[in-house]
């Protein structure tokens, strides 16, 4: 790893927009060692004042429904209005599958191209607690050097959406017309967490399918109970082809963050997503300390298979583990 | 509280099928007094072996939906076929609404008064994670008392159904015709939990109104995905009062058993749910011990407040609180 800098370095780095630093600061944010934790949690705590002006945007669709090019597309109108974007990964699967989504940035290479577009992929080799913290906290960074519009992708098979709508304040979800919902592998649940839908590829043979793959899902969205938010999900067509529908995939996040911002549940969102992952950072230190006894590191093995066999209750050894 | 029993006693009289046995058992499961826990433990390690061999199944819905009526007209149908039913409640809200649901017996008065039934109140009083805790084990209690099916009720309005459809092996939702959705209050997410939708009341001028809600739920959930059970949820229609289409909601539980004892998902599922189970009850430890340390408590408010209003990050404030 390259030199490390002083809190202070970092820090005005982030600040004055630097992309070198603001790599740095993600890469230490990223690193599992204590004395690079410590520095990175100086480094937020400073420039945290400045950060949360984005707006916070979660994107999801299963590997092939075109997320790479829809992104690529939206994201050069944005910078075409002024815009600064940073687009970010959540995949904890990425050192399985032996490539970060994301990693291959020549995927988005006009975007990777442009000066006011910061794209960073997924960290490998963590765990998903460990990828979700560590994207949020680089969500913060970015923030802070100056990026008004943050896309979070995701692969829409996963826990990882979860996590990523809670820290999100749009969460758009991209799917196919015609697959069939199954071959999408779209996990049960991710559908109603999304504000908005958009059915991708909308060109050329497939646009009638498209079309009416739109209505249905707009039908089965309105079966579900308003959001809190008080949002309607909308669903769109859009093509990254022809360029057709994407600039109204961001009037509809625009329309969102304007209603949401004048009814207060925007600011309300973020406060609770603060504290969630309060609670959730405690939760994942406590784990980790407690794991990594070895008094439960030697019990454990024994004490799960009883449990998974059903001759020991749960909570009996749990209670025996707790006491260790 | 009444004199305890032994371990002895406890685990004779529970696999005896001693009701009143049974009920002092429960009643230890749902103390917080520590030498209360510890002996529960026992009495549940004792009769772990004869437990399991029920059907589990989740019962939600609104109130108004017709829940208990429902559940009466299903229960003596399995009385009648010479089951031995109990049905238990998660209802954490239950203090709150000043009673619990099924706290009220007469509700299900047939039921109630039926030797091969067993019913019981969601216990008073507690947090999300002590009732289902409790909830959980005093399943396993009357299981080793010898009911083959249990009925676990709860409100549909809130997150005790996640909690709940991690301890059945089938999930149950009853909906009401023309309600609109978002009148019926159920959480996102509910739905999709669901193996088998019935619509309740689906009688006199209410049954074309059933019948229509039917086939749109039924469409709604065509758009999810196949469930990892393989399962293709079944929506029915129902009638408490003419009894129509109640045997039927049986015989869909039925035909789940079957098909997922046969694929082998019903066994696997019931040891990944154990294992669940364990890590839940290791982080309630983990988290009761942690929020009770003094220093916690001294600084938590004033760190909460911090994340919450953005001067503070999320993660450091939470190693601050793990170092203390």
Known sequence: MAKRFSVDEYADGILAGNRMVLSRAITLVESTLASDQQLAQQVLDRVLPHAGRSVRVGITGVPGVGKSTFIEALGLQLLGQGKRLAVLAVDPTSQRSGGSILGDKTR???LAAHARAYIRPSPAGRSLGGVTRSTREAMILCEA???????????????????VHGMVDFFLLLMLAGAGDEL????????EMADAVTITKSDGQNETAAKLARREYQNALHLFPLAPSGWNPVVTTSSAVTGAGVAEVWQVVEKYVQQTQTSGYFQRRRQEQNLHWLYEAIRQGL?????????????LPTLRQQVIEGSKSAFGAAAELLGL
């Open 287 to 299: 784990e980790q300390q407690f794991y990594a006894r070895p008094a439960v590191q030697e019990h």
């Open 108 to 110: 988005m290479n006009q």
């Open 145 to 163: 050097a100056g990026h008004d519009v943050i896309f979070i992708e995701t692969v829409g098979v996963g826990q990882s959406e979860t996590a």
């Open 184 to 191: 999408q592998g779209i996990k049960k649940g991710i559908m």
